[in-house]
Antibody
Framework: QVRLQESGPGLVKPSETLSLTCTVS????????WSWIRQPPGKGLEWIGF???????SYNPSLKSRVTISVDTSKNQFSLKLSSVTAADTAVYSC???????????WGQGTLVTVSS | QSALTQPPSASGSPGQSVTISCTGT?????????VSWYQQHPGKAPKLMIY???KRPSGVPDRFSGSKSANTASLTVSGLQAEDEADYYC??????????FGGGTKLTVL
């Protein structure tokens, strides 16, 4: 059973870069698509982007200029970097994965990231 | 890139059926058979309930079913049970725009 665990700072200052890592256990990072999704408090889900095991990627057009998602197959991890954050980026950030790009089969529990000085 | 449109709430009594709609455009819902539905209980991670419009992952009760007509997808929950009370989100592949989610529907079992 594939399990995902997010890690990273829970507090980021405005204008700085949010960095999170997702560790994949119970399965290989190869052969899958790995996504980041966020959920502002009390609001709905927002897809941030995904990267494939081979390195191809797709990002939410509204975030594309600030987002980088990368994969480290040697550590069975993938990462999210979101630059120039503002209070509007405060949300629960979840890592997720799937053998297909068109659905999400596995979800992490999510981690709250607050943007505040 | 607009979110898919879902009703904010839906409700039904135990044993009844309820249908939740998810409306997009020909560039997402109508253009691909890649609509998924997720169930989210408070404080929990979402769970995949339906994928590729009509398919159920292993372990999901057959009380849950999906369908699509033109630019609108639907999730039907038959034989409502108390544990079905949750938030439900649709999503669709949207080509070069990646993946879109709906705003979510809070399902209440009366």
């Amino acid at each position: 059973q594939v399990r995902l665990q997010e890690s990273g700072p829970g507090l980021v200052k405005p204008s700085e870069t949010l960095s999170l890592t997702c560790t994949v256990s119970g399965g290989s990072i190869s052969g899958h698509y790995w996504s980041w999704i966020r959920q502002p408090p009390g609001k709905g889900l927002e897809w941030i982007g995904f990267v494939s095991y081979s390195g191809s990627m797709s990002y939410n057009p509204s975030l594309k200029s600030r987002v980088t998602i990368s994969v480290d197959t040697s550590k069975n991890q993938f990462s999210l970097k979101l630059s120039s954050v503002t209070a509007a980026d405060t949300a629960v950030y979840s890592c997720a994965g799937s053998p297909n790009y068109n659905l999400i089969a596995y979800w992490g529990q999510g981690t709250l990231v607050t943007v505040s000085s | 890139q607009s979110a898919l449109t879902q009703p904010p709430s839906a409700s039904g009594s135990p044993g009844q059926s309820v249908t939740i709609s998810c409306t997009g455009t020909s560039s997402d819902v109508g253009g691909y058979n890649y609509v998924s539905w997720y169930q989210q209980h408070p404080g929990k991670a979402p769970k995949l309930m339906i994928y590729e419009v009509i398919k159920r992952p292993s372990g999901v009760p057959d009380r849950f079913s999906g369908s699509k007509s033109a630019n609108t997808a639907s999730l039907t929950v038959s034989g409502l049970q108390a544990e079905d009370e949750a938030d439900y989100y649709c999503s669709s592949y949207a080509g070069s725009n990646g993946v879109l989610f709906g705003g979510g529907t809070k399902l209440t079992v009366l």
